[in-house]
């Protein structure tokens, strides 16, 4: 008798303690998880009950020590609105909202509100900060009312913001994302508003699971991104710089990890401060890394040398005779300076950039072969998660006239994505692997949770060997050539390349005066750490990549090594090969 007793008495404690436990688990829900949303709920001495506050998840930056930054957040503040038929003095309404509003309200459109005598509700103003809200609501102005709001804001202003994206209704009646991430992660940034009411046991249980989660996952939370904010706006100053300096159409550049593919930085000019979207033109929205098409030029004559490495038709050793023009299919392809260099070996087609010699490697590689590594290397998506990704423009290699193969071998004639390039470029320095290029790191669930996305899509195009040489081609060339020898870092090896391509005239021709510049670079040139792609389109005044964009280049590898204290891989006179 007395045994069944104390069972009966621990089976009561065993409930208690349960719903003890169930009932700590629900105040961390109200208080931590939700406390923010119960507490917007229950301020409602300013709140407007025909319309819920604004809720959206955040975006965050990642700095170089994993420090999160806001990237995207949400600011409270308030908006006003008036009831036309019990405004007696419209001129010192306007006078108080006008004093308080944080863009410039017309007076002639503030008038037009005010005769709607036949409503009860018009807001004239929005985005009003706190302190002054609250000062405006304790006037106590008759038909005037100060109402709750909460809206998008970006900190970093312009920084990144192409990639990031906006906010807006779009088609729609409701705030979603339109462009850069977004739009790309709306399911999971997104807000249902039903979170608070939704059964307990669903949310205790519904984070306990696989901590991998694919990356079109649209449970609710904030997005990690990958982007460095201090690496970000070194990369926008310094492209900033040089859209000014040369006048150029657009200017832009890409910071990536080639292991990873995780993009340090994104940058781009013209661009917008995604705060204020009043006078911006709807193309600048757009992210032209992923959404437009160039003619890159010589950089492409790294893959080209890669190409003919990997599939043995030539080795570094290899000699050719430089006749400075040839004539193809009745097209005169020629070096940038017509000059001939005689016989020389496959490095002197990197370091000299020359046009005769990438041509002279796709004709050893042939038609076939040369399309399969091209198509390999372009063809298909990145899979960024971005959206709106362009497809290259190969159709040049889809026939069979030999001008088109030479052509594409120094990058005319073929037009691809700025992050399509980078990306191929990116196996140069991993080991001749590609990888999907990416923004976003993780999803972190409204718990704290975080769930990393598994980017581990890989390409493989060429072999270590292959690329091993051609990154000494291109490190002997800082070494040697670039700004006259002056580049070289003796203590980091650092391989290069620069592009210069003439632009289409837009009738199946090219400008003899007007050039698309790039430049791309890794270091260390034998175990990277980053990959740097630049571009400038149509610079005035200046003919080579090597002028616009070498000190460019070279700047944002110096602030790198600096910044991230990468040690050094080589003595001062002895290159790491």
């Not at 979207?277 to 890394?289: F, G, I, K, T, Y």
Request: one cysteine or more.
């Amino acid at each position: 008798m007395r045994g069944q007793f104390r069972n009966r008495i621990r089976g009561i404690l065993g409930l208690i303690l349960c719903v003890a436990v169930l009932i700590i688990v629900r105040l961390y829900f109200v208080q931590i998880v939700d406390g923010d949303d119960y507490a917007r709920k229950a301020d409602r001495q300013f709140a407007s009950g025909a319309n819920g506050l604004y809720d959206r998840g955040s975006i965050f930056f990642t700095r170089k020590d994993g420090t999160r930054i806001s990237a995207a957040t949400l600011v409270t503040g308030f908006l006003v609105a008036i009831n036309p038929q019990t405004i007696q003095d419209p001129e010192s309404v306007y006078t108080a909202i006008s004093a308080v509003a944080s863009t410039t309200i017309s007076k002639d459109d503030f008038l037009a509100a005010v005769a709607k005598k036949n409503q009860v509700y018009v807001e004239v103003a929005h985005k009003v900060p706190q302190e002054a809200g609250k000062a405006l609501a304790d006037k106590k102005m008759a038909g005037v009312q100060v109402l709750r709001e909460r809206w998008r804001y970006y900190p970093g202003n312009t920084l990144a913001a192409q990639a990031i994206g906006i906010v807006s209704y779009g088609s729609g009646t409701e705030l979603s994302g339109q462009t850069g991430l977004e739009s790309v992660y709306d399911g999971v940034l997104s807000r249902t508003g039903q979170g608070l009411y939704k059964n307990f046991f669903a949310q205790l249980f519904s984070n306990i699971g696989d901590m991998v989660v694919d990356a079109r996952d649209t449970r609710e939370g904030d997005i990690v991104t990958t982007i460095e904010p201090e690496v970000e706006t070194r990369l926008a100053e310094e492209l900033a710089r040089v859209h000014a300096q040369y006048k150029s159409k657009e200017t832009g550049g890409i910071i990536m990890n080639p292991a990873t593919g995780e993009i340090i930085a994104m940058a781009s000019v013209p661009t917008y401060n995604a705060n204020d979207l009043r006078s911006v033109e709807p193309a600048v929205l757009s992210n032209p890394h992923v959404e437009r098409v160039y003619e890159f030029g010589s950089v492409v004559k790294a893959l080209t040398m890669a190409s003919g490495l990997d599939a043995g038709v030539i080795t570094p050793e290899t000699t050719y005779n430089d006749t400075g023009c040839i004539t193809v299919n009745k097209f005169q392809v020629c070096n940038w300076d017509l000059k001939a260099r005689g016989v020389i070996p496959m490095k002197q087609v990197i370091m000299q950039s020359l046009n005769v010699g990438a041509s002279w490697i796709s004709d050893r590689l042939g038609q076939d072969r040369f399309r399969t590594y091209f198509t390999k290397l372009f063809g298909e998506k990145t899979g960024i998660d971005q959206p709106a990704e362009g497809r290259a423009l190969l159709a040049n290699l889809s026939t069979t006239q030999q001008v088109n193969f030479n052509t594409a071998s120094f990058g005319q004639g073929i037009a691809v994505t700025p992050v399509r390039m980078v990306r191929a470029l990116g196996a140069l320095a991993n080991g001749g692997v590609m990888v999907q290029p990416h923004l976003v790191s993780a999803i972190r669930l409204k718990t704290g949770v975080e769930k990393k996305i598994d980017w581990n899509q890989t390409v493989p195009v060429f072999s270590a060997t292959a690329v091993h040489d051609t990154a000494a081609m291109m490190t002997e060339m800082v070494d040697e050539k670039l700004d006259h020898g002056n580049a070289k870092i003796p203590t980091m090896s650092v391989a290069a390349k620069t592009g210069t391509a003439q632009l289409t005239d837009g009738h199946g021709g090219y400008y003899k005066n007007r050039y698309f510049h790039s430049f791309t670079g890794f270091f260390p040139s034998y175990a990277p750490r980053f990959i740097i792609l630049l571009y400038t389109n149509d610079p005035q005044g200046v003919q080579y990549a090597s002028e616009t964009l070498n000190k460019t280049f070279l700047s944002l590898v110096h602030f790198l090594i600096d910044y991230y204290a990468i040690p050094p891989d080589r003595g001062t006179n002895v290159a790491n090969t």
